[in-house]
């Protein structure tokens, strides 16, 4: 089995910024991509950015600019830096990974999600 654990989200002003981060571990023969979804009160889940391993990125045309994800291989995480946030990004913050157990599948997990909240 694998887990996905996300740390990093919490109360910040506007303006400010966060990292977040997350964890993959368990039976993993390779990570495909890793990334981030979120999701508002009231809304659906909407992607935030993905990243391979190989350091291809792909961000929501809206998060350009304020938002960076990277990757480090040798600890199978993922990050997201936040900056200039807004109230508008008050949002669940959930991981997502394409993983392979066997070398030969792929499977898709999700993380708990961890809050992010804007306000002064």
């Known amino acids: 089995q694998v887990q996905l654990v996300e740390s990093g989200g919490g109360l910040v002003q506007p303006g400010g910024s966060l990292r977040l981060s997350c964890a993959a571990s368990?039976?993993?023969?390779?990570?495909?991509?890793m990334g981030w979804y979120r999701q508002a009160p009231g809304k659906e889940r909407e992607l935030v950015a993905i990243?391979?391993?190989?350091?291809?990125?792909n961000y929501a045309n809206s998060e350009k600019g304020r938002f960076t994800i990277s990757i480090d291989n040798t600890k199978n995480t993922v990050y997201l830096q936040i900056d200039s946030l807004k109230p508008e990004d008050t949002a669940v913050y959930y991981c997502?990974?394409?993983?392979?157990?066997?070398?030969?599948?792929?499977?898709?997990?999700w993380g708990q999600g961890t809050q992010v909240t804007v306000s002064s």
């Open positions: 997502n990974a394409d993983i392979s157990a066997m070398g030969w599948d792929t499977t898709n997990f």
């Open positions: 368990g039976s993993i023969f390779s990570i495909i991509a």
């Open positions: 990243i391979t391993t190989g350091g291809s990125t």
